[in-house]
């Protein structure tokens, strides 16, 4: 049986207060609520709690390559805290007499290692982020000593204060090993040493002192918990468990539509997309709210690396800063669009979606990002000045260029290919969804074609809807023009409802996510493959035979709206170890997830911010320092991209720029 320790009641009663300042400030999340409700639940409870185990309790999301340094110094530092909060839990439970046939004991051997084990981790994992604060701190990682950002005891002196924590435990444990003389004492591996470093009298003196210098600083730490930094190892937990990862970085659907056709609406005060914290979801607020400020999301965010005034981060922090400004302090916020946050911050954002890759506690930036430039296109009339053209096009034209319907299959008939139009065929197995950069610009019309000539190779029944086919609005969502898109997608719902097919086929990522994973919230349910997809599952059904290619040296340059988004990176790699020589792919530095953006995405392919370097010059400078001499892509914009930053650094002459389906058409047998 193990025996009950008394503890006073003057602990009790401090206790208590510490735990009623901890909750009166913890308004800090409840605050979150003034948001809106969130249609991106969690889909059960099993998804919750996978979410705690593999997210937050095994810390998942910290363990990275790229940050090697701050994934140890985060292991020590959860698992130490992780342990002490247990330990901290059974002492409290067998002071009072709870559950003591089960709990163990303090000095119970493997209690007792563990305990002390716990606290050499966090001490560990704190004297790692003293150095890495003090002596190391990587240039995007913010910092302040005991104040500023809001922080309570700033970054250094929150790591400090633990410190205290972990030294007034281990001398009050040393305490208790000299005056009680525990049978098991030695598996106290810490404590037990410094129980024997200064005399038994010394320790019975020093035993009351210790053990309330202990209790009152815990208590401080609790109470005082909401407003440090700290605070994030609440909210962390609480976003983890309410995020729904197969659901991440999917821009919310508004209806645009349905809110203008309602009689009641006050045309004159509306407000489309997000300009206040009152506007977004509680979840939204709850990302901002949970951010630790690490940095890792604006350490791999291309528009940041290049020079672009963007910082993912900032953003997350500038929202928390504006929902703690008007309802934690009630004090006049600055606003939030062009006074925290500058328009050229938000229109320089991507989508690529690296953010929210890196981010270890799960926030979506992309879509809150998206949110605030729909505020800016839809209620403010201001997108960027360039790209402003480009949607006036799409509600003309149909797609962003600006030409013809009536052109859209020039692509086929001026090479003399005969392709099968479903206006005339009416059923097929296969449509293919040329796309826009596919109809129009000239260098993926060549990609067009080779997919035609290789889906013609392997004898598949397909068709195109040729001039019934329109921009399916990426770019517009993307831009924040949402009602542009609404329209795209419902008129061509429409038209794709009108004729039989199994499956969708694009070359496009960006038309494959949106036909795929955005056309179902308007009823649009499609099987859309990629054609890097279809090409792949060819070879390997022996549909289509391919020669060796006599390429030299290949690079891949992973597509943000494939990989990232859809998960394909291994597809368009088996493809090339089967069209050509193994031995000649050479992978760049940033590949697969870690993937450096081409510049195009979110809408940027139609404007261009004037700082800093070319997102696409910089990608394609990286691949030729790979060694490569043929870069290969599977995506109609990085195409272009590359195409371009080629151009720019005039290699023509020296390097080739290739999707995978010209690689394999090229060799087709």
């Given at each position: ?33 003034k ?13 919750q ?20 340094y701050?994934?140890?110094m ?73 104040t ?202 991507t989508t ?34 360039q ?35 479903f ?13 826009c ?29 040729g ?34 097919f ?14 795929k ?23 390997e ?5 391919v ?19 859809n ?50 010059v ?13 870069i ?21 002459e ?16």
């Amino acid at each position: 049986m193990i025996e009950t320790h008394h503890i006073s009641i003057s602990f009790y009663i401090i206790a208590l207060f510490a735990m009623a300042y901890m909750v009166y400030n913890s308004r800090r999340i409840f605050v979150i609520f003034k948001g809106k409700s969130e249609i991106k639940k969690p889909r059960h409870i099993f998804e919750q709690i996978g979410n705690f185990l593999t997210f937050g309790i095994a810390q998942r999301g910290i363990y990275s390559r790229r940050f090697s340094y701050a994934t140890i110094m985060h292991f020590f530092l959860g698992w130490g805290f992780f342990e002490l909060l247990f330990a901290t839990t059974v002492d409290f439970a067998t002071a009072r007499g709870f559950f003591l046939e089960y709990l163990p004991g303090m000095d119970e051997p493997w209690f007792a290692f563990l305990n002390d084990t716990g606290g050499l981790l966090l001490f560990i994992g704190l004297v790692m982020a003293l150095y890495r604060r003090m002596m190391d701190r990587p240039e995007l990682l913010p910092h302040s000593n005991l104040t500023q950002r809001g922080n309570l005891f700033g970054d250094t002196g929150i790591l400090c204060f633990l410190l205290l924590l972990v030294f007034g435990g281990y001398l009050s444990e040393a305490a208790r090993i000299a005056v009680d003389q525990p049978v098991d004492a030695g598996y106290s591996w810490i404590g037990y040493p410094l129980s024997n470093m200064v005399s038994l009298s010394t320790w019975i003196t020093l035993k009351p002192t210790l053990w309330w210098f202990h209790a009152i600083t815990s208590l401080l730490f609790i109470a005082l918990l909401p407003p440090t930094k700290m605070m994030h190892s609440i909210a962390v937990i609480l976003n983890i468990v309410f995020t729904n990862r197969s659901r991440r970085g999917e821009v919310r659907t508004m209806h645009v539509s349905k809110i203008l056709e309602d009689p009641d609406l006050d045309i004159e005060n509306i407000s489309l997309g997000v300009s206040k914290v009152e506007e977004f979801t509680w979840k939204q607020l709850l990302d901002s709210v949970s951010c630790t400020e690490c940095a890792r999301c604006t350490t791999v965010c291309p528009a940041a690396l290049t020079g672009k005034p963007l910082s993912p981060m900032k953003i997350i922090t500038d929202i928390r800063q504006s929902l703690y400004d008007t309802h934690v302090h009630n004090i006049e916020s600055e606003k939030l669009i062009g006074g925290l946050i500058s328009e050229n911050e938000l229109w320089s954002c991507t989508t690529c979606g690296a953010c929210m890759d890196i981010c270890p506690v799960l926030i979506d930036h992309v879509p809150t990002i998206v949110d605030m430039r729909r505020h800016l296109v839809l209620s403010e009339g201001l997108p960027p000045e360039q790209a402003a053209e480009s949607l006036e096009k799409i509600m003309q034209n149909g797609n962003p260029w600006g030409f013809p319907k009536k052109d859209r299959l020039k692509w086929a008939s001026d090479a003399g290919l005969d392709v099968p139009v479903f206006s005339q065929k009416k059923s097929a197995e296969y449509l293919y969804w040329v796309g826009c950069a596919g109809a129009y610009d000239p260098r993926n019309q060549e990609v067009s074609r080779a997919v035609i000539n290789i889906m013609n190779t392997a004898g598949l029944d397909f068709a195109v809807l040729g001039t019934e086919e329109s921009c399916t609005g990426d770019s517009a969502r993307r831009l924040g023009e949402e009602y542009t898109f609404e329209t795209m997608a419902l008129q061509n719902i429409e038209i794709l409802e009108k004729y039989k097919f199994s499956k969708i086929i694009t070359q496009c990522p960006h038309c494959f996510h949106t036909l795929k994973n955005e056309y179902v919230d308007f009823g649009g349910n499609f099987d859309v493959i990629h054609h890097s997809e279809l090409i792949n599952d060819l070879m390997e059904s022996k549909s289509i035979s391919v020669t060796k290619s006599d390429l030299k040296t290949i690079t891949y340059h992973d597509p943000c709206y494939l990989g990232r988004y859809n998960d394909i990176y291994d597809t368009p790699r088996n493809i090339l170890q089967n069209s050509t020589d193994a031995h000649k792919i050479v992978e760049m530095e940033n590949n697969r997830n870690n993937s450096f953006c081409c510049g195009a995405g979110g809408g940027n392919m139609w404007h261009e911010i004037n700082e800093g370097e070319r997102v696409n010059v910089v990608r394609f400078r990286e691949a030729v320092s790979s060694g490569a001499e043929t870069i290969v892509t599977a995506c109609s914009f990085c195409l272009i991209m590359m195409d371009d930053a080629m151009r720019v650094d005039g290699k023509e002459e020296e390097i080739k720029i290739l999707d995978i389906a010209e690689v394999v058409n090229s060799k087709i047998n």
